[in-house]
């Protein structure tokens, strides 16, 4: 009888299923990087930006406790704070110059690292899980504009007016963006320049979530509204693989936030990963080392969230705040936004 006992407990707790329970789980989300400070927040706005990414990382963990995917968690988080108008996504993103919403948004799967992407659509509620449709049930990666709506379409996802995006906060930073334009222009700098000369908050806010799952695969996704007052159909680097976004389980998984031309050009999110890979860094040395040795001398400003198969987590940015939470393990949860917490 003893012996039957003893060897049920031992079949146990050799079972595929206990071990799995015991692995590391862990979610890493973030709602934007750039000028956030103290002094320019109201508590009731600190409170209202805490309660949310609070929300966020609830709806991604819980996923993950309950022993789900971390891709869904990544998309469960993310679609809080695309639904929400503080984030520069979904709901709440930025102004075109012409006055519109354009949209972005990347996923990938680091086990697979199958990756899918949508850029500059319009019409889309969710682009999180229309750039997670494209990775599933579409032969390519990145689809952009009118073509992506056609496949949302297809694929039996409503279209919504670009005007549900509207708010009236991101209307004024419009126009104080192109007052600043108007004024870059008359002494005679050309758009691109005085876009670059545009402060920070014009520049930045994004939301993204990073997770890994009981089962030790890691996922990654970014969302956004990209720069107020962009032109010509620009593109930043949120739904670009690599750049914004990035999920291999050999390395880490990783989502930015920042001007992103200058994590285009520094592959930001890859090369995170590759350094963790390659060189066996660390995932906080890796994502410390290119957010303030290789971007902040260049002028690239923002930040990225990043977590390896053991959970271990980063969050660097360099810039004033940026909109933070996570949680791993046995750890409490941290929600933060300043630079000093
Ligand atoms: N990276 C985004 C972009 O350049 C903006 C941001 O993260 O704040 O479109």
């Not at 022993?67 to 520069?88: C, H, K, T, W, Y």
């Not at 923002?302 to 705040?321: C, E, L, R």
Request: with cysteine; hydrophobic share 40%.
């Amino acid at each position: 009888m003893k012996t039957t006992v003893l060897f049920m407990l031992l079949a146990l707790l050799a079972s595929p299923l206990l071990r799995a329970a015991e692995n590391p789980i862990a979610l890493v989300i973030h709602g934007g990087a750039g000028t956030i400070e103290k002094s320019n927040m109201t508590p009731a706005r600190e409170k209202a930006y805490r309660d949310k990414l609070r929300q966020a990382l609830d709806a991604g963990y819980g996923v993950l406790e309950g022993g789900g995917r971390s891709m869904d968690a990544v998309i469960a988080a993310i679609q809080v704070m695309e639904s929400s108008p503080l984030f520069n996504a979904g709901k709440g993103a930025v102004y075109t110059y012409d006055g519109h919403h354009e949209l972005d948004a990347s996923v990938m799967d680091g086990k697979t690292r199958q990756a899918g992407a949508v850029a500059g659509v319009r019409r889309i509620e969710s682009p999180i899980a229309l750039a997670r449709m494209v990775m599933e049930d579409s032969p390519f990666v990145m689809l952009s504009g009118e073509g992506a709506e056609t496949f949302a379409r297809s694929r039996g996802v409503p279209l919504v007016e670009n005007r549900m995006f509207d708010t009236e906060q991101r209307l004024e930073q419009l126009q104080r963006a192109k007052e600043k334009l108007e004024r870059e222009n008359r002494r005679g700098k050309d758009y691109q320049a005085a876009v670059e000369a545009l402060p920070s908050p014009y520049k930045m806010g994004t939301v993204g979530a990073v997770a890994l799952d009981r089962s030790g695969n890691l996922a990654a996704g970014t969302s956004t509204g990209g720069m107020t007052a962009k032109r010509y159909g620009r593109i930043g680097d949120s739904p670009v693989i690599g750049a914004g976004t990035f999920a291999d389980n050999d390395s880490c998984a990783v989502s930015a936030t920042g001007h992103g031309e200058y994590f285009i050009r520094y592959n930001v999110a890859a090369d995170i990963c590759a350094r963790v890979r390659y060189q066996g860094k660390s995932v906080t040395e890796a994502a410390d080392k290119v957010i303030h040795d290789v971007l902040w001398p260049t002028g690239g400003t923002g930040g990225v969230i990043a977590v390896d198969t053991d959970g271990n987590i980063a969050m660097p940015f360099n810039t004033k705040g940026m909109y933070r939470a996570s949680r791993s393990g046995s750890k409490p949860a941290k929600i933060a936004i300043f630079k000093e917490e």
